[in-house]
């Protein structure tokens, strides 16, 4: 059974910065995607950025270009969304989850940001931005 533990979320003002971390636990397979998903308050959630295990390829939403990042640790089997320059509408619960579907394939962007895409999710950290 795979398990997916996102943490490092917290409260933040806005400027700041925040890493979250998603843990993969389990038998995984070589090649696999994780992608974050976020939920702002009365807001549908909104894909964020995913990678690949095997290239390190990443896809960002627009929002987010040039303020985030992510990278992985496979050893670790640990991957780490960096958010720099948080602003209160980056406030929400920060998911990830995972795809076992060819990475190649998942990083696009129709299908990076599409929730249908993956097939285990973590609970949620929250990310709070003050103004």
């Known amino acids: 059974e795979v398990q997916l533990q996102a943490s490092g979320g917290g409260l933040v003002q806005a400027g700041g910065s925040l890493r979250l971390s998603c843990e993969v636990s389990?038998?995984?397979?070589?090649?696999?995607?994780i992608g974050w998903f976020r939920q702002a308050p009365e807001k549908d959630s909104e894909g964020v950025s995913c990678?690949?295990?095997?290239?390190?390829?990443?896809l960002f939403e627009d929002s987010v270009k040039g303020r985030f990042t992510m990278s992985s640790d496979n050893a670790k089997s640990t991957v780490y969304l960096q958010m720099n320059s948080l602003n209160p509408e980056d406030t929400a619960v920060y998911y990830c989850?995972?795809?076992?579907?060819?990475?190649?394939?998942?990083?696009?962007?129709?299908?990076?940001?599409?929730?249908?895409?993956?097939?285990?999710w973590g609970q949620g950290t929250l990310v709070t931005v003050s103004s």
């Open positions: 989850a995972v795809s076992w579907a060819d990475s190649r394939v998942v990083l696009t962007r129709r299908r990076c940001f599409d929730e249908d895409e993956y097939d285990e």
């Open positions: 389990g038998a995984l397979s070589d090649d696999y995607a």
């Open positions: 990678i690949s295990s095997s290239d390190g390829s990443t």
